[in-house]
């Protein structure tokens, strides 16, 4: 069936080190995203990134819809990027924005 | 708004009793999503509008849920019956279409005790 797989389920690393988060989908996308979730629950925007390379900061995605997998980079991590990382897909033939079932990132200082 | 905007931030009910939660999306979003997400998990998809069309309820755990969208804007999840397991934190998102990104609302802690 449609999936989002997301890896790996748990990060822990030292302020300063780099990350790469990793979402795999099953299907051609219309729509793909990547959420920090928050200490407190909120679900923060990072990247909209269908197909390609985005940058912001520390943070950048890369996304190879034909080989059907996404790329989250942090850079220099930070302790308030520790949270939960979700990847957030809109298959071509479905409705609902299905969830990968997140990265939890924790970084120490 | 500038945002979407949910209400009400928390909320405790006493087992049984129904509640209402509001979610207010983005202007001219024609898309609106709702999804619960239980201590420690992940997203679970509830229902979805999509302009005028037939909603998609295909999440809905059980007949207590219902939900409605007025005018294509405003949206309530109505909770009949309350139990103990709809204790979540429940999510409202919309986007504008199919090709461009969601947005989050702050979500509603419900507690049922």
């Known amino acids: 069936g449609i999936q989002v797989e997301q890896s790996p389920p748990d990060l822990i690393l030292q302020e300063g080190a780099n990350s790469t988060l990793r979402c795999n989908f099953s299907?051609?996308?219309?729509?793909l995203q990547w959420f920090h979730q928050n200490p407190w629950g909120q679900l923060i925007n990072l990247f909209y990134i269908p197909s390609g390379t985005k940058q912001n900061g520390r943070l950048s995605a890369t996304t190879v819809a034909t080989e059907r997998y996404s790329l989250l980079y942090i850079s220099s991590s930070q302790t308030t990027d520790s949270g939960v990382y979700f990847c957030?897909?809109?298959?071509?033939?479905?409705?609902?924005?299905?969830f990968g079932s997140g990265t939890r990132l924790s970084i120490r200082p | 708004g500038a945002g979407v905007s949910q209400s009400p931030s928390n909320k405790v009910t006493e087992k049984g009793k129904d509640v209402e939660l509001r979610c207010d999306p983005i202007?001219?979003?024609?898309?609106l999503y709702w999804y619960r997400q239980s201590l420690g998990q992940g997203l679970e998809f509830l229902i979805y509008f999509q302009g005028n069309s037939a909603p998609d309820k295909s999440g809905l755990p059980s007949d207590r849920f219902s939900a409605e969208r007025t005018g294509g804007s405003v949206s309530t999840l109505t909770i009949q019956r309350t139990q103990q397991e709809d204790s979540a934190v429940y999510l409202c998102?919309?986007?504008?279409?199919?090709?461009?990104?969601?947005?989050f609302g702050q979500g509603t802690r419900l507690t049922v005790v």
């Open positions: 202007s001219g979003h024609t898309a």
């Open positions: 299907d051609s996308v219309n729509n």
């Open positions: 998102a919309s986007r504008f279409d199919r090709n461009t990104e969601a947005f």
């Open positions: 957030a897909v809109l298959y071509s033939s479905a409705s609902k924005i299905i």
